[in-house]
């Protein structure tokens, strides 16, 4: 490899014409490239989720990357299936929104273009109790 040929990024499940191309120099196709959450979607995420952990109402998650979505799941235990799916779809941006909450039944609770509003489909802003 020298210095003009452009360095190219393979995901994990890429198929043999994928390395060839890569081998000959070609750039990869963009649909290689896992989807994955920036800086600022996965802060939006773990501030409600930390909110709800501190309630005692979830306690585990995780983060799946593929080639055309991103998916982070929220469990209340770790044995169980989730309880919701934050879904980014980037081929979906221009028709009904890159973000999507899934409930447990598959139900779409809210799609939109901007996380912080999907994400109020699932947090609870805390409440002044009087007393």
């Known amino acids: ?28 196709p963009s649909s290689n490239v896992a989807t994955a959450f920036d800086r600022q979607e996965l802060s939006a995420i773990l501030s409600v ?3 709800r952990v501190a309630e005692g109402a979830w306690r ?15 469990f209340r235990r770790s044995s169980e299936v989730p309880l919701y799916r934050i879904e980014k779809q980037p081929k979906l941006r221009h028709k009904q929104g890159l973000y999507a909450v899934i409930a447990q039944t598959g139900a779409i609770l809210r ?18 109790v009087p007393i």
Not at 60 to 74: E, L, N, P, Q, T
Not at 113 to 119: A, N, R, S, T, W
């Open 49 to 51: 989720y930390g909110r």
């Open 1 to 28: 490899m020298n210095d003009t040929e452009p360095i190219v990024q393979i995901g994990a499940r890429a198929n043999a014409t994928a390395l060839q191309a890569a081998a000959n120099g070609k750039s990869s």
């Open 60 to 74: 585990d998650y995780a983060i799946d990357h593929g080639r055309d979505k991103a998916v982070f799941s929220i």
């Open 111 to 128: 799609r939109g273009h901007d996380i912080k509003q999907v994400l109020k489909a699932i947090d609870r802003q805390p409440k002044l």
